[in-house]
């Protein structure tokens, strides 16, 4: 297949998975620039230059002799060696560890090369450099409203890298101002589908459920910014919290959830202790106890057990019916 053939794609739009926009197909593919080791064109270019600089010397030496035909010609010849070593020269490209070269011939775009070191291009060609390092971007505190309508902040950190580095360079602007954008756009689109707190005991939330809104905070990052030639690593909400507005209440709500959970916790006990002290009451006959007397002995030790003081005793110097 040509390299036309792979850039020629038809335009239109892909849908994407569940919950992700759909993104534009993209015109471009990746694809590795015809290039060769730099050692070898940085010699041949030193010695074309040496090589023209001899020509021009021999030349200009014939030329005082008196042999202006022959010095002339070697001058020129001279002269364009030295030009055209130089202008070879102009391929030379020096490639780090986690950098790419897009390369462009006429604005057209001919591949990239991912080979690190001193590689050679053609010297009519432009040569972009791209960074293909993994890079962090943390969004600022956003504030929006939860499933709930309750406002919240939250924020979040981004891990993501250049996988396609024609995608990158022609399908838009700017990549990192597009995943910046793109990341903030689907923290807010995240906040406002799950509240906070669930009321339900089913349903999934901000807080209780933090793998799994991550898991489709990351899928959804993926979905946005494919069309950039970009993939997301990992994405991790840093910042979750109400707004400052509604902080003291939902914080009374929440204590009052804990209390009612610990007393429900206590209630349960109480009772089983209970349970537990009549059964074996009746089963090693301390005392015999009619339905009253169980009664009130039951009333006491809830009193006992399920009070948040201590309880006072009280002496009863009469019988229990007086």
Known sequence: MSLDDTQRTERGRTAEPAGGPEM?????????????????????????????????????????????????????????????????????NMVAPGEARVVQLFGRYTGTIR???LRWVNPLTTRTRISTRVRNHETAVLKVNDAYGNPIELA??????????????FSV?????????????????IAI??????????ALSLRGNAEEITEKLAAELTARVQAAGVTIVESRFTHLAYAPEIAS???????????????RKIVEGACGMVEDALARITAQDYVELDEERKASM?????????????????????????
Request: a negative charge.
């Open 115 to 117: 080979v690190d070191g």
């Open 156 to 169: 979040a950190v981004v891990v993501w890298q250049v996988q396609d580095t024609a995608q990158a360079t």
């Open 193 to 202: 589908e799950y509240p906070y707190d669930a009321h339900e005991e089913d």
């Open 249 to 263: 209440a939902m914080l009374q709500r929440q204590q009052a959830g804990a209390v009612i959970a610990a007393r």
């Open 24 to 92: 534009p197909t993209p015109e471009v593919r990746e694809v590795t620039a015809r290039s060769v080791h730099g050692g070898l064109a940085l010699f041949l270019g030193l010695v074309g230059v040496l090589a023209g600089a001899a020509a021009c010397v021999g030349g200009g030496r014939m030329l005082a002799d008196g042999s202006t035909a022959g010095g002339a010609a070697l001058l020129v010849v001279g002269v364009l060696v030295v030009i055209g070593s130089v202008f070879g020269m102009a391929g030379l």
């Open 173 to 189: 602007d700017d990549y990192v101002e597009f995943v910046s954008t793109q990341t903030e756009a689907a923290v807010r689109h």
């Open 298 to 322: 039951v009333s006491n030790l809830l009193i006992v057990l399920c009070g948040d003081r201590a309880p006072q005793p009280v002496m009863n110097t009469g019988s229990l019916y007086q």
